[in-house]
């Protein structure tokens, strides 16, 4: 098989940096992205390797991102959409810029570089999107609401995508990670909301400090998450959701019984709408 073209947002660390160092591993091409370029060194200078600085929230940057890549090396086989960061606080607590700012880059940022490489997918006919959700995109907490929201756009964002795509050949996929054992509960890639309401102490409060401890004791592997994401990019039908992670699918488990419960309780009230 020729070698696959990946494009990657969000490569400084964590998912993004084991993804596109796997992929570098298996003889693949690689366009890494971030905000600042001194944080893609570790990716060397070799003519597999195109590393740009891009902005996922900045379109016009976006754009000059993907027609280097496509200028470099023909064709652009798979996006990973990682870029992204995470917000705690409560609804209340979450002020309108913490807002705005995690949208436009968890979600709108994702849609800026999907616009941006589908023309090319399109005319080869060929291609794979993966969108980094997480087990708050199925499953929202306390604490998460803001942040989870924005993977729930994302669930839906790939959900219409895969409908749109298949027939053009070009698969879309999700992946929904649980606790991995990477930086995303520092400071450098979670955000707290300034404001901490006392009346949310019990609900909140409570997930501040399990988050906490459970910094960089995440039971999840990213070089295992990686692997995953190669075995499903070579497999002949890729899933629309991929879970990763026992408390993911624990997770998942756990929020489709309540529904199912829900579901049937309120089932007569709910068949009672209709003319």
């Known amino acids: 098989m020729s070698p696959k073209t990946w494009l990657i947002t969000g490569t400084s660390r964590g998912f993004g940096s084991e993804i596109a160092k796997a ?24 003519k597999d390797v195109l590393a740009l600085r891009m902005d ?56 800026n570089v ?14 794979h999107i993966i969108n980094l959700s997480s087990m708050g995109g199925y499953r929202s907490h306390p604490g998460w609401g803001i942040y989870c929201s924005t993977k729930f756009a994302v669930e839906g964002i790939t959900e219409a995508l895969h409908g749109e795509l298949a027939p053009l050949g070009i698969h879309a996929t999700v992946i929904e990670p649980g606790y991995f054992r990477t930086d995303f509960l520092d400071g450098s890639s979670l955000r707290q909301s300034a404001e901490q309401i006392s009346d949310y102490a019990e609900t909140v409060g409570k997930t501040r400090a399990m988050e906490a401890r459970r910094n960089h004791q995440q ?5 295992k998450l990686a ?49």
């Not at 366009?31 to 990716?43: G, K, V």
């Not at 870029?83 to 940022?109: M, P, W």
């Not at 999907?114 to 997918?121: G, I, Y």
């Open 56 to 111: 996922v929230t900045n379109e016009g940057e976006v754009k000059i991102a993907v027609a280097a890549g496509l200028e470099r090396f023909g064709r652009i086989d798979v996006v990973v959409n990682n870029a992204g960061f995470g917000l705690l606080g409560a609804i209340e607590e979450s002020s309108a810029e913490d807002v705005e700012s995690i949208y436009r880059t968890n979600v709108f940022g994702l849609l």
């Open 23 to 46: 992929v570098l591993a298996v003889g693949d091409r690689l366009i890494a992205t971030a905000r600042n370029l001194s944080d893609l060194q570790y990716l060397g200078a070799t």
């Open 227 to 275: 692997q995953a994401i190669l075995q499903i990019v070579n497999a002949n039908e890729p899933p629309l959701r991929l879970p990763l992670g026992t408390d993911t699918l624990q997770g998942i488990a756990a929020k489709n019984a309540y529904v199912e419960q829900e579901l049937k309780k309120w089932r007569t009230l709910s068949k009672s709408t209709n003319y």
């Open 114 to 127: 999907t616009r941006a490489v589908l023309p090319s997918m399109r005319q080869h006919r060929s291609g």
């Open 219 to 223: 039971q999840g592997d990213p070089v």
